[in-house]
């Protein structure tokens, strides 16, 4: 049988690997720069922890480990008779693939709560499972970027994840990408006036689909959701908001003047966009964004996300504010607000921007020619001096034809090589040879170190 990876996931060669690395450093770099500290959660979670944590769409998509060993041993004849994989599903499955970083790291905060000093910053880098249907853009196995706070209600950790959007996709060169912003209270306010308080998950999981399935197909889902006409018709004039942010927020405001939480979300969202107006973004651009729903049950306030406007591929990033998340693990009413990089989105926007041009696959500066066994001895010698200097440097493994090693010196790109045979030897030497412009000399290591270095 031919061999094959699962649908949507990936094997990443060494210049994958490497622009991989170039874009998970500089959010690092960022991420370190902004105050955030670094931690890591199993690749897995109890089941309990992660279900019911997402919403319907969001459990579904959930991977499921079976249980060890005989996993069908707590399921009797007449569950299996039933056919209900809800019913069957916890009887053999107790742990999941964590789906995001987010409802891991409540868990860690509730967890180690005792351990932590408040407000706590910390920033994670690991991959995510979803079971979904792959697509461009979209994969099974994917890494997020994530960093959260939690401790602090204050705005200005709204304030503060803006610019670290912007800053991160200015060091990568991204200029023209738009930072959407909205207000999980203003869409609660939205679903008061129009009398869907109780449909409030179906309208916000519909409306965040409005890019991709049109007005149209949000209100024949917001239909299929048993949404009246009346309220779909009190919601139309949302999807004509034009003007810049001030003028969307004051039509809004005249929409939601009767609404108590609406008008929250407003002033939220009024103090942020004012506030980065002042200190002002290097590339990134803010927009107050209505119809932005992000269909997560845990976002309570300010909901992000970001698109990068001169490529077809969706977001790139995206969080929001949660008042309770660590509720649900019984830590109650502690404030969080996290955002979240999408590596892989933001690898295919460079690579068809054509922003990868300081990225080259790690490789030997040196690469020394292997004549034989007191040669290759007397090399290494050599490369264990050099690597102490930090200059990669490799042996040739084998004592092949010279043709076959420079071969291989030049397929790989290495710009010099180090000859060593009984001359050198005796004369404690090496022949250098630069093969971009094929000037060669005979030097002894401080000399070789010298050249390479420069």
């Given at each position: 049988m031919k061999?094959?990876?699962?649908?949507?996931?990936?094997?990443?060669?060494?210049?994958?690997?490497a622009k991989r690395n170039y874009i998970f450093d500089i959010i690092k770099e960022i991420f370190e720069k902004f105050g955030f500290a670094p931690i890591e959660t199993p690749s897995f979670e109890k089941s309990e922890t992660l279900m019911g944590k997402y919403g319907e769409e969001g459990d579904r998509l959930i991977f499921k480990i079976l249980n060890s060993g005989d996993f069908l041993q707590k399921v009797t004849p007449a569950l299996l008779t039933e056919k209900n994989s809800k019913s069957i599903t916890p009887k053999i499955s107790e742990k999941?693939?964590?789906?995001?970083?987010?409802?891991?790291?409540a868990r860690y905060v509730v967890q180690h709560r005792n351990e932590l000093t408040l407000p706590f910053k910390r920033y994670q880098m690991q991959a995510v499972w979803r079971a979904d249907r792959p697509q461009k853009g979209r994969f099974r196995e994917f890494y997020q970027c994530d960093a959260d706070v939690v401790g602090s209600k204050s705005l200005w950790q709204e304030v503060a994840f803006i610019q670290l959007y912007d800053a991160v996709f200015d060091k990568l060169g991204l200029k023209d990408v738009s930072i959407k912003i909205n207000n999980r209270k203003v869409l609660a306010g939205i679903a008061e006036v129009i009398?869907?308080?109780?449909?409030?998950?179906?309208?916000?999981?519909?409306?965040?689909?409005?890019?991709?399935?049109?007005?149209?197909?949000?209100?024949?889902?917001?239909?299929?959701k048993d949404i009246s006409d009346s309220a779909i018709e009190k919601l139309s004039p949302l999807f004509d908001f034009s003007g810049d942010n001030t003028a969307k927020l004051s039509q809004l405001e005249k929409l939601?003047?009767?609404?108590?939480?609406?008008?929250?979300?407003?002033?939220?969202?009024?103090?942020?966009?004012?506030?980065?107006?002042?200190?002002?973004?290097?590339?990134?651009?803010?927009?107050?964004?209505?119809?932005l729903a992000r269909g997560?049950?845990?976002?309570?306030?300010?909901?992000?996300?970001?698109?990068?406007?001169?490529?077809?591929?969706?977001?790139?990033?995206?969080?929001?504010?949660?008042?309770?998340?660590?509720?649900?693990?019984?830590?109650?009413?502690?404030?969080?607000?996290?955002?979240?990089?999408g590596l892989d989105r933001i690898y295919l926007v460079l690579e068809e921007l054509d922003l990868f041009d300081k990225?080259?696959?790690?490789?030997?500066?040196?690469?020394?020619?292997?004549?034989?066994e007191k040669e290759a001895l007397y090399a290494l010698l050599a490369i264990k001096k050099l690597r102490k200097e930090n200059i990669r440097t490799e042996l040739y493994p084998d004592a092949a034809k010279m043709k076959k090693q420079m071969g291989y010196a030049d397929k790989r790109a290495i710009n010099f090589v180090a000859l060593a045979g009984g001359n050198e030897i005796e004369n404690k030497k090496y022949t250098l040879k630069n093969m971009l412009s094929g000037e060669q000399k005979l030097v002894d290591l401080a000399e070789l170190m010298e050249i390479v270095k420069t």
């Open positions: 061999p094959s990876i699962p649908k949507g996931t990936r094997d990443f060669s060494a210049i994958e690997v999941a693939l964590r789906y995001d970083l987010t409802v891991p790291f009398g869907a308080q109780d449909k409030l998950i179906d309208f916000t999981v519909a409306l965040d689909k409005l890019d991709k399935i049109g007005k149209e197909g949000v209100i024949t889902a917001l239909k299929n939601l003047e009767n609404s108590e939480i609406g008008m929250e979300g407003i002033t939220d969202m009024r103090f942020i966009i004012a506030a980065i107006e002042k200190i002002g973004l290097e590339t990134a651009d803010l927009m107050a964004d209505i119809t997560l049950n845990y976002y309570t306030g300010t909901i992000l996300e970001v698109t990068a406007n001169n490529v077809s591929m969706g977001s790139i990033g995206g969080g929001g504010r949660y008042d309770d998340l660590t509720g649900i693990f019984g830590l109650k009413d502690l404030s969080g607000m996290g955002i979240s990089f990225v080259i696959i790690p490789k030997p500066e040196v690469l020394f020619i292997n004549f034989g």
